[in-house]
């Protein structure tokens, strides 16, 4: 089974680590492995399982939610450092203000829902998925049937 990370903070930040990560796995290949050092895996908790595909999207999007938020907050605290107008900058500051309150709020729902929250980073492991084909409504009746039929052989084998 293959483990799939999601670093939640800072998804550019992290597309970037990864290709450096990658950069520096092809260097590692070439140390010879007694100067190599043995690499610890971190261990990890378990927060929440997600029971279904609904479950999933929720999850995914309230973690949009957050991380949206919180790139805004980031986004007007340097307009806030570059901005010279007083009057402009006691604007940002209200804005910045109102979407902080907000994401605060998010957050705590965050970890009272998932134990999910801003200030760290996770690992997701797919542990089942299901994948759909589109078809007629005439292969679909094919597939159903076909499939009904080796559920009966494998039943009557059992």
């Known amino acids: 089974m293959k483990r799939t ?6 998804l550019g930040a992290s597309l970037v680590t990864a290709g450096y990560l990658i950069g520096q796995t092809n260097k590692a290949a070439s140390v010879p492995a007694a100067t190599a050092p043995a690499a610890k ?8 399982s ?9 999850f995914q999007r309230n973690v949009q939610l957050v991380q949206s938020q919180r790139q805004a907050v980031i986004e007007l605290l340097s307009a806030i450092d570059k ?11 209200k804005k910045k203000d109102e979407i902080l309150a907000r994401l605060q709020q998010n957050n705590e729902a965050m970890v009272k829902n998932y134990g999910f929250s ?15 084909m589109l078809v007629t409504e005439e292969e679909a009746a094919k597939l159903e049937a076909e499939q009904k039929a080796k559920d ?7």
Not at 41 to 48: A, D, E, G, I
Not at 83 to 92: G, I, T
Not at 118 to 132: D, F, K, Q
């Open 5 to 10: 990370i999601l670093t939640f903070l800072a």
């Open 41 to 48: 895996p971190q261990p990890l908790f378990k927060v929440v």
């Open 50 to 58: 997600l029971q279904d595909a609904a479950a999933v999207r929720e």
């Open 83 to 93: 901005e010279k107008d007083a009057k402009q900058k006691a604007e940002y500051e």
């Open 118 to 132: 801003l200030e760290r980073n996770y690992t997701m492991e797919i542990e089942r998925a299901s994948i759909y």
């Open 152 to 158: 009966s052989k494998d039943g009557k084998k059992k």
